[in-house]
Every structure is written in C-alpha cells, then in structure tokens.
C-alpha cells in the first residue's frame, strides 16, 4: 500500500463515492423528468412519483450508511486515541479537545502525539492545522 501523508490520505472507493452517488442523482433527475413529462401529457402519476420516491429512499440510505459507519469510527478512533495518550503519559486526553481534533491527531506518531494534543488545546487548531502539523505522518490504513 502506498505510503500515506497529508495530500494522500482521503480515501475515495470509485464505485460508491462516484458511480453510486452519480446513479442516484440520475435517477431522482430522470424521476423528475418523467413525472412533469406524464403530467403535462396528462398520463398517470404514480410510476415517476414512486421512482422519485425510490430515488429519494436511495439518497437517503447511501447518505446515512456513510454517516452512520463515520460516526462508529469516530467513536472508535476517539476510544484508541484516548488509551494511546494514556499509555505514552499516564493521563486521559484533555476533555477540551474536539472530536475533529482527535481524529486529526491519529496521524501523530507517538513521539509527537502529546506535545501535539497540548498544542491542539492550547491554539484551538483546527483538524487540518493538527495534520498539517505532523512531522513523521502516521498513517492510518483501516479508515473506511
């Protein structure tokens, strides 16, 4: 697997980030088309009100699964981060750091990681400022 740093690190799949979101938006498109198309030749409604209805069902299930899945890493990688500054200092990581803060900082080796949680707290850096920080990025390979 490729090396990963801070330009490389976002994760695309093609098939779900690309094709599945443009097939979706074709569809509720394509639905819209087809229902003001029966309505102005005066023909039946209900096959493009349901596949508008089937397109808006899919948008929401391909949103939520990904803000779902995000969410329950989120929880994971908070939990992780957690016990590795616990195991490097002895001490649970400050209560003031956000969620996007610690997700920024699972990239920090562990001879960065502390000075680097201070830091966050201290400058209220952002999670792309945390990365951008990053000496000797750390990738994280299991990010789905």
Known sequence: MKQQNYKNHHRFVFLYHFVTAFLIA???????????SAANL???????????LVSIILGSIYYYARLFALRAQDRAIRA???FRYY????????????????????????DEFPELAKKAVDENMSEDDIKKAVKNWKGDYYRA
Do not use: C, W
């Open 42 to 52: 005066h023909m039946s409604l209900k096959p493009g009100l349901f596949l508008l």
């Open 80 to 82: 992780e981060e957690n």
């Open 26 to 36: 074709v569809l509720f498109i394509s639905s819209i088309y087809y229902t003001i």
């Open 87 to 110: 195991l490097l200092t002895g001490k649970t990581l400050d209560s003031k750091l956000t969620m996007r803060q610690i997700i920024g900082l699972r990239f920090a080796p562990d």
